[in-house]
């Protein structure tokens, strides 16, 4: 059952898949913050393949890490939205987003929207900008990862 969809926007053309697993996890940190991580798993058959790339038979995931001052569960609500330019935290660090296609690599300039919730079901928008899937030499344009699903908050504390 697909939760939604994960596009990837590269320079020759649009990758689709469907996403099989999407979760909200949370763990609390020092000063009561906590850090709460959107991931999205794509589904191992993609809706829409380019030629470069389909040898490869990707299955991709997508995360981001923010700090939020309350759980999910009390935090998450329609029309939010948070950015996180970086996803490496050089002051700590950490790396605060991951994007796996064949190589793990880090989002940039992401945002996530709330676009809707039901209990502990959250509709997001998750959008970044990471390396091509199939040039990491950075020699093509970086392309922009959007993954708009139906996250469900695990609600007990990993």
Do not use: W
Not at 68 to 83: H, I, N, R, Y
Request: charged share 25%.
């Amino acid at each position: 059952m697909s939760l939604g969809i994960m596009k990837l926007h590269r320079f020759n053309g649009d990758e689709i898949f469907d996403v099989e697993s999407a979760m909200i996890t949370y763990e609390k940190c020092e000063n009561n913050v906590y850090a709460t991580t959107f991931r999205a798993d794509a589904a191992k058959v993609p809706i829409q393949t380019l030629p470069d790339t389909v040898s490869l038979r990707a299955k991709p995931f997508a995360e981001v890490t923010l700090r939020l001052e309350k759980p999910p569960s009390l935090m998450l609500f329609a029309g939010q939205s948070f950015t996180l330019p970086e996803g490496y935290d050089k002051s700590t660090g950490d790396y605060r987003t991951n994007f796996y296609y064949c190589e793990h690599e880090t989002l940039e300039e992401n945002e996530i929207v709330i676009l809707g919730r039901n209990g502990t079901k959250v509709r997001a928008r998750i959008t970044g900008m990471v390396i091509d899937v199939n040039y990491y030499d950075d020699s093509k344009p970086r392309m922009k990862v959007v993954v708009e699903a139906e996250f469900t908050i695990n609600l007990s504390f990993t």
